[in-house]
Structures are given as structure tokens and as C-alpha cells.
């Protein structure tokens, strides 16, 4: 088995900054990619932001320039920095991480998701 738990969203005015973080724990031999999706009401989900265990990184074109993806690999951690928030950034945020569990498999887990609420 293998947990993801998320923590820092939260409600922000037009503009803020609010960090995400996300821990994987349980069965893990080592972890490959680890990133964020976010999903607004009536949209589908969306990649925000990846990064590969050597620390090459993606993102969506609406979040280039703002948002930087991070981790920590001793503690099985990514981060989401997230400055310059825009009302459209307003979702539920899902972290994930793509997992080479205990036996040698490999696995996509996912966290519970946590809103993120840019409003003044």
C-alpha cells in the first residue's frame, strides 16, 4: 500500500501565493514522476505540473512562470509553489506519484485532493 497526503490549500485573494505539499508513504522501493493535477467544477482534469526523479519538469502553459514544481526525494515529497493566483486556478488540486512499490510493482497512487480557492 502506498499514501499520498496533501496539505496548504486554502482560500487566497487575487494575486497570493499558497505552497502545496505532498508526502508518499507505505510499501515504496523508489518513486519516478511525481506532479500535480487540479480539476474545476463542470471541467475535466488537468496536468498542472511534473517532475521526473532527476528534477526535469513540465507544466501547463497557463501556470508557466507562476507555479514551480519541487521535491524532495529522501522524504518522498513534492511541493507546488503557486504565486501570481488567478480566480481561474480555482480547483481541487490532486497530487500523484508514479511508485515502485514493495514486489516490484509499479503503481500510479494519487492524494485525496485539496481545494485551492482564489477569491477576493
Known amino acids: 500500500q502506498v499514501q499520498l497526503v496533501e496539505s496548504g490549500g486554502g482560500l487566497v485573494q487575487p494575486g497570493g501565493s499558497l505552497r502545496l505539499s505532498c508526502a508518499a508513504s507505505g510499501s515504496i522501493v523508489g518513486i519516478y514522476d511525481m506532479g500535480w493535477y487540479r480539476q474545476a467544477p463542470g471541467k475535466q482534469r488537468e496536468l498542472v505540473a511534473d517532475?521526473?526523479?532527476?528534477?526535469?519538469?513540465k507544466y501547463a502553459d497557463s501556470v508557466k512562470g507562476r507555479f514551480a514544481i519541487s521535491r524532495d526525494n529522501a522524504k518522498n515529497t513534492v511541493y507546488l509553489q503557486m504565486n501570481s493566483l488567478k480566480p481561474e486556478d480555482t480547483a481541487v488540486y490532486y497530487c500523484?506519484?508514479?511508485?515502485?512499490?514493495?514486489?516490484?510493482?509499479?503503481?500510479?497512487?494519487w492524494g485525496q485532493g485539496t481545494q485551492v480557492t482564489v477569491s477576493s
Open positions: 517532475i521526473a526523479r532527476d528534477g526535469s519538469t
Open positions: 500523484y506519484a508514479d511508485v515502485l512499490a514493495t514486489g516490484w510493482r509499479r503503481i500510479t497512487s
